[in-house]
C-alpha cells in the first residue's frame, strides 16, 4: 500500500469524525443533555469503514459509490437536523458576547498569574477552557450556519482527497469537484434562504419537509455517475434501444436526472408551495423559483435533444443495414480485444508471407 494513499485515507477519514464530533457538542451544548453524546457513535461505523477499505481496497476508493461520503452524511445530518429544529432560542447580541470573551480572558489572566510554579501542562489545561468558554458565546444561529457551510466544503475537500480507484481517472475527478462546487451553493443558498424565512420558522411541519428535501438532495455527493459511463456488453439484451440510450449517454443522463429528482426539481416543488399554499413572498424566494424553473426547462430540452439525436442516428445505421452495438464496452472487452490484436501482429512479425520466404530457392 502506497505511503500517500493511507495518508490520505486516514486523514479525510479523521477530518469527517472530528467535524461530526463538533456537530454533537453543539447539539449537546444547546439541548443541555448528556445523551445527545450517544450520536457519536454513528462514527464507529465510518472507523468500521475505514478498516474495511485499507484491507480489501488498499485505501482506494470504490466504483461509482464512496462508503466514507455516504457515512459522513450518516454521522453529521442528524446534528444538523437537531440544531435546525431548535434554531432561534439564544439571543445574538454582539454586546453580552463581547462582555462574556472579557471576563473569561480576566479569568485567564488571573489563573495563569496565580500557578505560573504549575507548569505548562496547567497552562494549556486552562488555555483550552477559555478557548472553549469563547466558542460557548457564539450564539446558536452562526454555529449552525458554521457547520453547514464547512459540511458541504469538507465534503468537496473530502472527495478531492480521498484516493480515487482504477475506474475513475484525474480528468473525471476534476470535473466531478466542479460539479460538486456549485451543486454544494446551490444547496447551501436554498437551505438557508427558505429556513431563515420567520413564518417557515414557526411551522414545524414546513421545517421538517425543507430539511427532507435538503437531505434528499446530499444523496448525490457519494455517487460519481455524473463522470462515468455505466459500461455495456454488445449481447443481444444491449441491443435493444433504451439499454443503447443509457449505455451512450449515461452521465448526462444521470446529470438531468439529479437536476429533475433531487435538486432543481425538488427546490422548485418546495418554494412553489411557500409562495402558492402559505403566500410567502420575497424577492430571493421569487429569484430562486424562477431560476429553478429554467434549469428544470433547459433539462428537459436537453432530454429531447439526447432522445431525438440517438433515435435518428439508430435510425441512420438501420438504414445503412449496420448493426447498433454500444460506444462504451468495458474496460475487459477492449483489453481483451486489444491483446488479439497484438496477438495478430505478433504473428505476422514472426512469420513472413510465404511468397517473399520462397523466392530465394527460386533463384537458386
Keep these: 500500500m502506497e505511503l500517500m494513499v493511507l495518508l490520505n485515507a486516514l486523514v479525510t477519514r479523521l477530518l469527517f469524525v472530528l467535524h461530526s464530533l463538533i456537530g454533537v457538542w453543539r447539539v449537546t451544548a444547546v439541548k443541555k443533555e448528556p445523551k445527545y453524546w450517544l450520536l457519536a457513535l454513528l462514527n464507529l461505523l465510518l472507523c468500521l469503514e475505514t478498516g474495511l477499505t485499507l484491507k480489501f481496497k488498499q485505501g482506494r476508493g470504490y466504483k461509482w459509490f464512496s462508503p466514507a461520503i455516504f457515512l459522513y452524511l450518516i454521522c453529521i445530518v442528524p446534528s444538523l437536523w437537531l440544531l435546525e429544529i431548535h434554531h432561534g432560542t439564544q439571543y445574538c447580541g454582539n454586546e453580552p458576547g463581547a462582555v462574556q470573551v472579557n471576563i473569561s480572558n480576566q479569568d485567564f489572566n488571573q489563573s495563569r498569574d496565580n500557578s505560573g510554579s504549575e507548569g505548562t501542562d496547567h497552562h494549556i489545561i486552562q488555555t483550552a477552557k477559555v ?40 480528468d473525471q475527478l476534476s470535473q466531478l469537484l466542479l460539479m460538486f462546487v456549485g451543486t454544494a451553493a446551490d444547496i447551501l443558498e436554498f437551505a438557508s434562504e427558505t429556513l431563515d424565512i420567520e413564518d417557515v420558522r414557526k411551522n414545524y411541519t414546513l421545517i421538517n419537509a425543507i430539511l427532507a428535501v435538503w437531505t434528499w438532495s446530499m444523496l448525490q455527493f457519494p455517487l460519481d455517475l455524473a463522470v462515468q459511463h455505466i459500461g ?81 442516428t439508430v435510425l441512420q445505421k438501420s438504414r445503412k443495414g449496420e448493426v447498433c452495438c454500444c460506444p462504451c464496452e468495458p474496460y475487459e472487452a477492449r483489453a481483451h480485444a486489444t491483446g488479439h490484436q497484438e496477438n495478430e501482429m505478433k504473428e505476422l512479425v514472426a512469420f513472413p508471407p510465404k511468397e517473399e520466404s520462397q523466392a530465394p530457392s527460386e533463384d537458386h
Excluded at 131 to 137: D, E, G, I, M, Y
Excluded at 140 to 153: D, G, K, R, S
Excluded at 247 to 271: H, K, M, T
Excluded at 282 to 292: D, E, G, I, S, Y
Design 131 to 170: 478557548f472553549v468558554n469563547q466558542l460557548s458565546t457564539i450564539c446558536e444561529t452562526v454555529w449552525t450556519l458554521a457547520l453547514h457551510q464547512t459540511f458541504l466544503l469538507l465534503l468537496v475537500v473530502g472527495r478531492w482527497l480521498l484516493p480515487i480507484g482504477v475506474e475513475i481517472t484525474r
Design 232 to 312: 455495456c456488453k454488445p449481447s443481444t439484451s444491449a441491443r435493444r434501444i433504451p439499454s443503447l440510450l443509457l449505455c451512450r449517454y449515461s452521465a448526462e443522463l444521470w446529470n438531468i436526472g439529479v437536476s429533475l429528482f433531487i435538486q432543481d426539481g425538488p427546490f422548485f416543488i418546495v418554494r412553489s408551495i411557500l409562495m402558492g399554499h402559505f403566500r410567502i413572498f420575497n424577492q430571493m424566494l421569487v429569484f430562486f423559483t424562477a431560476k429553478n424553473i429554467l434549469v428544470v426547462t433547459l433539462q428537459l430540452y436537453r432530454l429531447a435533444v439526447i432522445t431525438l439525436d440517438f433515435r435518428a
